[in-house]
């Protein structure tokens, strides 16, 4: 099953993701798919690895997480903005590509025993971008969020560190 999380920057979402897979495994799997960037960036991993005690495995995975070793276990995935940088990159700024190559991993990764929490960010509620690039990742951020949301049995926004609840299994 699918849980989805978004909510804007410093929400709470990673803090809520985490909680929510410590109360359904002892020994929870962290993706992070992030690409450190610069030493900022760094710092910020660090200071996210620093957050998870021992209990957590921690998988680094810029794309294909569908073919990580996260089958029958309870994953945070975190998250799918950088995830969607690393193929926007990937396949030089195509829309379609990088969209169709997410798909496909949510897709294998929704065919999969196991829980799996996916964590974004809704990128699409502030300012306009400046730029054509940036409007082009918001709306493909957009997009790819519509997705994993249907995708989901339960679907979580988090505003100001409380959960508002979009969907939930029954």
Request: proline share 2%; glycine share 8%; net charge negative.
């Amino acid at each position: 099953m699918i849980i989805y999380i978004s909510g804007g920057a410093r929400s709470g979402k990673s803090g809520f993701a985490q909680e929510m897979a410590l109360k359904l495994s002892e020994k929870p799997v962290y993706v992070a798919t992030a690409k450190v960037w610069d030493e900022n960036f760094a710092e910020r991993v660090a200071r996210h690895k620093a957050d998870r005690g021992p209990e957590w495995s921690s998988i680094e995975a810029e794309r294909d997480i569908h073919l990580q070793p996260i089958a029958r276990r309870t994953v945070v995935i975190d998250c799918i903005t950088l995830w969607l940088t690393n193929l926007f990159i990937q396949y030089d700024e195509d829309m379609e590509r990088t969209l169709t190559a997410f798909k496909a991993d949510i897709d294998s990764i929704s065919a999969m025993e196991g829980t799996f929490i996916i964590i974004s960010n809704e990128i699409g509620m502030g300012v306009h971008a400046a730029t054509e690039m940036g409007r082009k990742f918001t709306d493909l951020q957009g997009w790819a969020n519509q997705y994993v949301a249907t995708k989901a049995g339960e679907a979580v926004f988090m505003v100001s560190g409380l959960p508002l609840w979009l969907k939930k299994s029954s």
